[in-house]
T-cell receptor, first 113, second 111 residues
Framework: SQTIHQWPATLVQPVGSPLSLECTVE??????LYWYRQAAGRGLQLLFY??????ISSEVPQNLSASRPQDRQFILSSKKLLLSDSGFYLC????????????FGQGTRLTVV | QQPVQSPQAVILREGEDAVINCSSS?????VHWYRQKHGEAPVFLMI?????EQKGHEKISASFNEKKQQSSLYLTASQLSYSGTYFC????????????FGKGTKLTVNP
């Protein structure tokens, strides 16, 4: 069965520190991988998506970057966190094209202090 | 490209019905509906792929009007467990593989 793992579940980081969130998928190959961010009380903002290894599409210019070193691994990074980077980060995967259910990880609650 | 959802919020009493709308300015390949409880990951409800397609899930159903580029989610005889934020996600035809979500509709069902 398909599963998606995302960690850590919560993270408190000081302003200016680096960030690395990791997401791995099991039970499927060649998935479309996504990073979404949800600010408090807001919608799901698409940050990055990837249709293959090394292929990253950025939706919103910002302080973050993403990488896909392996087919089922997706990493969200920052060199220096800003207060505005706080939020709930969700990793997800879908088929290509997305004509079946998309699966979400459990999310990472990031607080930048 | 982000779909527009309406209304932004709905408050119901248990047993009442609600409709949530999702519209796009571009042609749609698929429409996904999810429900999210506070602090949790979104949970899949249904996906619609063809114009005019309708699907049902217990007392929750949805329609997809491809011509109007919109979808509606129908919640019938609402239950307390229906409370949460509902998101529609859309993908466009012609090579765009991304799934983009609207800002959500917060549904509150009171006893």
């Amino acid at each position: 069965s398909q599963t998606i793992h995302q960690w850590p579940a919560t993270l408190v980081q000081p302003v200016g520190s680096p960030l690395s969130l990791e997401c791995t998928v099991e039970g499927t190959s060649n998935p479309n991988l996504y990073w979404y961010r949800q600010a408090a009380g807001r919608g799901l903002q698409l940050l990055f998506y990837s249709v293959g290894i090394g292929q990253i599409s950025s939706e919103v210019p910002q302080n973050l970057s993403a990488s896909r070193p392996q087919d089922r691994q997706f990493i969200l990074s920052s060199k220096k966190l800003l207060l505005s980077d706080s939020g709930f980060y969700l990793c997800a995967w879908s088929s290509i094209p997305p004509n079946t259910e998309a699966f979400f990880g459990q999310g990472t609650r990031l607080t930048v202090v | 490209q982000q779909p527009v959802q309406s209304p932004q919020a709905v408050i119901l009493r248990e047993g009442e019905d609600a409709v949530i709308n999702c519209s796009s300015s571009k042609a749609l390949y698929s429409v996904h509906w999810y429900r999210q409880k506070h602090g949790e990951a979104p949970v899949f409800l249904m996906i619609l792929l063809k114009g005019g397609e309708q699907k049902g899930h217990e007392k929750i159903s949805a329609s997809f009007n491809e011509k109007k580029q919109q979808s509606s989610l129908y919640l019938t005889a609402s239950q307390l467990s229906y409370s949460g934020t509902y998101f529609c996600g859309t993908a466009q035809p012609g090579g765009s593989e991304k799934l983009v979500f609207g800002k959500g509709t917060k549904l509150t069902v009171n006893p």
